[in-house]
Nanobody
Framework: VQLVESGGGLVQAGGALRLSCTVS????????MGWFRQAPGKERQGVSCISGSGRTTYYTDSVKGRFTISRDNSKYTLYLQMTTLKPEDTAMYYC???????????????????????????WGQGTQVTVSS
């Protein structure tokens, strides 16, 4: 199984980026997918998750209204459209796959009271997003 992120980079505050995560070796549409991020010296933080069909999305409060998660199951690809970026969005962004979301607390929140499991089934290697002020 491979999850490969791309699309990170350096952007000014207020700008936009679109991240992609291409998945192989996995029944893609059977998995919830998510984006998480980790800044230096901080714990990994939830960003957003999406159901296997793409019909249900979840966002954490810090990105709600600014980020949009989506997926194209025909391309085995997950996306994160990020707008109105802030310096505090600077982090390594990771995509993740899990068969189930849980409504009990874990270290990997999706938003809306739902969480990926601990441990998460699969992780990508990450793509760096840097937002300058």
């Amino acid at each position: 199984v491979q999850l490969v992120e791309s699309g990170g980079g350096l952007v000014q505050a207020g700008g936009a980026l679109r991240l992609s995560c291409t998945v192989s070796g996995l029944g893609f549409d059977a998995y919830y997918m998510g984006w998480f991020r980790q800044a230096p010296g901080k714990e990994r933080q939830g960003v957003s998750c999406i159901s296997g069909s793409g019909r249900t999305t979840y966002y954490t409060d810090s990105v709600k209204g600014r980020f949009t998660i989506s997926r194209d199951n025909s391309k085995y690809t997950l996306y994160l459209q990020m707008t109105t970026l802030k310096p505090e969005d600077t982090a390594m962004y990771y995509c993740a796959a899990d068969r189930v979301l849980y409504n009990r607390r874990s270290s990997f929140p999706c938003g809306g009271g739902w969480y990926m499991g601990s441990p998460v089934n699969y992780w990508g290697q990450g793509t760096q997003v840097t937002v300058s002020s």
